[in-house]
């Protein structure tokens, strides 16, 4: 079995205990050595399986195996003395300095003592960790984690890499250059890469790309052979009289359309076949241009198929809300808001003010103060100092009140697990007070609006992630309220549910409600009307997403997007951190 | 490199990793060091199995010379602190409102019958509640009774209706202290809770955390990982054994009439049975709360209450005393026992010995063949 491939899949399936579906059916991959091969596709793909796999952690029910040349089922031992492994969640010793994880992980993978300094050394240059070996890994931040769970994963310069999802949850800085990193051991070790990500604009910084879909690989190529067959389907539609969240409405909703999102101040579409549908909607203004296909559009159109203009139409809500009449007035008001933790500040000094109806974001890494914020916001966490007023509602003095104003989805998944999708509504009227006329109607309203009579009596524990999502949404939306709160609502949902979600939160938004939203989903940032990019407890900029873009376009970036702003924005920050002496 | 140098290696660097990570966690440091010494202070002064100066009500409804001289002889005894009462009314409400203990009551023809047919039975109510301490209350009283009217007989040239009079030897602990057999058994009760508890949480937490993940694939074998697993939890159970020992040879005075070689022995061997069994629920845990409720069942609680510790397994119904037999601790707390009371007595050593030899293979063979380098297994 020696085709000169690094790693060989022949015909794998595996079923774990007693799901129904497989979490891999016949998959037949080759991964090519000294490549960067990006394992692509949305939650439940079966991407970390494969990986799994791959390391010999796994035994498949069936296929062969081989990864440089040895037999994985076989010989476990023998591959994992040479390749190199860095699982979802890298197992770093939070109680152990960067030194000591770095010295385990030498101490097992057997580096020779005398080699160990020059290693450290280049592996510490490599991630800007080398002011940190000292430092507990559990103080590290999120990015620098990553960073150091990389370097123990290279620790001795393994010939295959695999890396699940190594981006996940990481700030675009961080991203960027754990992805400058890879590269690096590609190009001067030689090594061969095989990276999951669930990131699509990740796809096209790798060599090759393996889509997987429902446990299936969908297909392997270039990145460029997968959009180029794109090229003449997708589109740049605008029209300002409308405003981009109203015309992507629309435009989901047109026979011939598979796809459309909100993409800077435009609408990116994607159309069944090549040309524009012949019926658009009405609008004096709508000018349309060929846009640049990217993998995300070959990867929709894979998914999707031909169910082209099967975009739920924008679910009726039934929102009685609050007209947009006093739509001026603002409905939070944040002022000088500071929030400590011991000795550690994990909000400092912020202030913004968002109007009715309008979705404002959030935006910045993990560690950011984003949820802080949100909590401190909703009355669940008091404000060390500062002025918070919610729905003209002081939340020092009436937190309860203002409270039963708004609705709060939380980052995790905070349902009860083990009680149907029903007795969870149920649940939630009732701690919403709703009496019982009203919550009979308003569960009627929730199930019909997200979907989800289907899964009425299903244990929501066993619910696929994006019914999760929507079950948490409609029980944080039961009692009507004015402001919703969603903090990093789509995190870990794949791009379907979340062009889903973004829909709905549209339509609210359209009804009156106000939105808050966290993300560190870059590209989301461009469907808010306004945002904050925080960092370190700090707001760095305010305004609308085509503001803080502009505010980055030079010569060699004519059209930056979100990330480099915020990238460009961290970078300032940074160097003015580091300006000021200590 | 070769195989044994990567081997040592891999060795090496498992138990330093894992020797700091107890030294930076202070709840693992407190349940070795902390736990042990409240456990033994709580056990050594906080529980006390024997009846002293129990607080006793005597009825004399007519006092005389005879009464005077009953109430005279509880008065001497070191188990009892008499009350007197004129009717057993008012002696009835001190028992209610649990002033008494137990009450003596002398009729009103006491010295009658005494001097009549030389038998004047007393009456006697105890509190039943405590079992354990009305029996040994009952004990006392029957004895100072026996003693006074074997005395009370001589006294007047009578043969004493008694008909043996029981002379006992208390052996091993003659001071019958609950001390000398309570705190050896606790040292049992704590190496299970630093062997079983602190093993399997630490063992769940790299599993719950993703580092056994990473860990799994790199090139160390299954045998590396549970002994640098295993040697410093080795070394810290030996540690709380040893400050036990201390604190029972000079804070309790408890004697130690057996070898300490014998007994660093024997605790070794239960120390790695203890191990095992954590080792055991981890693997199948794989969760520290679920580990944690587990080894609580399953190792801690049977060590306390089915060990022979404080509850004697001789005076358990049959099918329990069965069931005492899969308990390690059971054993290990008989060689505690025998090693601190009596000295080195080979057969009972050597017994039980073999018993937790056998659990260890056991545990440590069920745990070792349960824990793959896989994750599907």
């Not at chain 1, 990116?268 to 241009?289: N, Q």
């Not at chain 1, 083990?418 to 509504?425: H, S």
């Not at chain 1, 609308?544 to 990330?563: L, N």
């Not at chain 2, 440590?364 to 349960?370: C, D, N, P, Q, T």
Request: hydrophobic content about 45%; proline content about 6%.
């Amino acid at each position: 079995m020696d085709n000169g491939a690094a790693l060989v899949f022949r015909g794998v399936s595996k079923t774990f205990g007693d799901a129904k579906a497989p979490a891999l059916e016949q998959v037949d991959i080759d991964i090519r050595p000294t490549r960067v091969t990006g394992l692509i596709g949305p939650d439940g793909a079966g991407k970390t399986t494969l990986m799994r796999l791959a390391a010999g952690l796994l035994t498949p029910d069936s296929g062969s195996i081989h990864a440089l040349g040895m037999d994985v089922v076989q010989e476990p031992l023998r591959v994992q003395s040479s390749i190199g492994y860095m699982p979802q969640r890298f197992g770093l010793y939070e109680d152990l300095s960067v030194q000591e994880n770095l010295d385990l992980y030498a101490d097992l993978q057997g580096v020779a003592r005398a080699d160990r300094p020059a290693r450290y050394q280049q592996l510490m240059h490599m991630t800007g960790l080398a002011p940190f070996t000292r430092r507990l890994a559990g103080r590290l931040s999120g990015g620098m984690k990553q960073k150091l769970g990389l370097a123990c994963a290279l620790v001795r310069p393994p010939r295959l890499l695999l890396l699940d999802e190594p981006t996940v949850g990481v700030d675009p800085v961080s991203r960027r250059e754990l992805w400058a990193i890879v590269y690096r051991q590609v190009e001067d070790e030689g090594m061969t890469v095989l990276l999951s990500t669930a990131y699509l604009d990740e796809a096209g910084r790798c060599d090759e790309v393996i889509l997987m879909h429902e446990g299936r690989r969908l297909g392997q190529g270039p990145p460029a052979d997968f959009s180029e067959p794109m090229r003449g389907r997708s589109f740049h539609i605008g029209a300002p009289s409308v405003g981009k969240r109203r015309l992507q409405a629309e435009l989901a909703g047109v026979p011939g359309i598979i796809d459309a999102t909100i993409e800077g101040e435009q609408v990116r579409v994607v159309t069944t076949g090549a040309g524009l549908p012949a019926r658009l909607p009405d609008i004096p203004d709508l000018t349309a241009a060929p846009a640049e296909p990217i993998f995300e559009d070959a990867f929709i159109a894979a998914l999707k198929g031909g169910r082209a203009g099967t975009a739920p139409p924008a679910p009726a809500l039934g929102f009685h809300g609050p007209t947009a009449s006093a739509s001026d007035r603002a409905v939070i008001e944040v002022h000088g808001l500071q929030r400590r933790f011991g000795d550690f500040i994990a909000v400092k000094g912020v202030s913004f003010q968002v109007r009715r109806g309008e979705i404002f974001g959030l935006l910045g890494a993990n560690g950011a103060g984003k949820t802080t914020t949100f909590r401190i916001l909703c009355g669940l966490l008091p404000a060390s100092s500062g002025e918070v007023r919610v729905a003209g509602l002081d939340l020092r003095r009436a937190r309860a009140r203002a409270r039963g104003r708004l609705g709060y989805m939380a980052q995790r998944f905070s349902l009860y697990a083990d009680l149907t999708v029903l007795q969870n509504l149920r649940f939630f009227a009732s701690a919403y007070d709703l009496h019982r006329r009203r919550s009979k109607q308003r569960i009627a309203w929730a199930l019909e609006a997200f979907e989800l009579e289907k899964y009425a009596n299903a244990n929501s524990g066993t619910l696929p992630l994006g019914y999760k999502q929507r079950l948490a949404m409609a029980a944080a939306l039961l009692h009507e309220p004015d402001i919703l709160f969603l903090d990093e609502p789509t995190s870990g949902v794949d791009p379907l549910a979340r062009r889903e979600f973004w829909q709905r939160i549209n339509a609210l938004a359209e009804a009156g409600v106000t939105v808050l939203v966290t993300t560190h989903f870059m590209d989301e940032a461009n469907y808010c009307d306004r945002l904050v990019i925080m960092a370190e407890g700090e707001v760095l900029a305010t305004g609308t997403p085509a503001d803080m873009k502009a505010r980055y376009r030079s010569d060699e970036r004519p059209d930056p997007t979100m990330e480099d702003a915020f990238i460009a924005l961290i970078e300032a920050h940074e160097k003015d951190a580091g300006a000021v002496p200590a | 490199m070769n195989p044994a140098a990567a081997r040592r290696m891999r060795l090496t660097g498992m138990i330093r990793k894992e020797s700091l990570q107890i030294l930076r966690d202070p709840s693992s440091i407190a349940i070795a060091f902390i736990m042990p010494v409240v456990l033994l202070l709580l056990f050594g002064y906080g529980v006390s199995l024997d009846a002293r100066k129990v607080p006793l009500a005597m009825v004399v409804e007519q006092p005389d010379a005879n009464s005077a001289s009953l109430v005279g002889a509880f008065r001497h005894s070191e188990y009892f602190a008499p009350r007197l009462f004129t009717s057993l009314q008012e002696a009835r409400q001190a028992f209610d409102l649990r002033e008494v203990f137990g009450i003596v009551w002398l009729r009103n023809n006491f010295s009658n019958r005494l001097l009549g047919q030389g038998d004047a039975p007393i009456g006697v109510i105890i509190n039943g509640v405590d079992a354990n301490q009305a029996r040994i209350t009952g004990g006392y009283i029957q004895g100072v009774w026996q003693a006074w009217l074997a005395d009370y007989a001589r006294g007047r040239g009578l043969t004493p209706r008694v008909p043996v009079v029981l002379e006992p030897r208390i052996w091993f602990n003659a001071a019958v202290r609950s001390h000398n057999f309570l705190v050896p058994g606790l040292i049992a009760v704590i190496m299970t809770l630093i062997g079983a508890m602190l093993t399997s949480m630490v063992v769940a937490r790299e599993w719950e955390r993703g580092t056994m993940e990473a860990l799994m694939v790199t090139p160390i074998r299954i045998d590396e990982l549970v002994i640098g697993k295993l040697a410093p939890y080795f070394l810290l159970g030996m540690g709380g054994m040893l400050l036990s020992v201390v604190m029972a040879l000079w804070q309790f005075d408890v004697p130690l009439r057996g070898s300490f070689w014998a007994l660093t022995a024997t605790s070794a061997l239960f120390m790695l049975v203890a191990l095992g069994m954590g080792l055991l629920i981890s693997v199948v845990a794989k969760n520290q709360f679920v580990a944690g409720q587990v080894s609580i069942i399953v190792t801690f609680l049977p060590a306390f209450i089915l060990s022979g510790f404080i509850f004697s397994i001789g005076s358990m119904p049959e099918p329990i005393q069965w069931i005492t037999h899969l308990i390690p601790a059971r054993y290990y707390v008989a060689i505690l026992q025998s090693l601190f009371l009596a000295g080195d007595i080979w057969p009972i050593m050597l017994g039980n010995s073999a018993a937790l030899a056998v659990m260890m293979v056991v545990f440590l063979g069920l745990a070792r063949r349960r824990f793959h380098k896989r994750l599907d297994a």
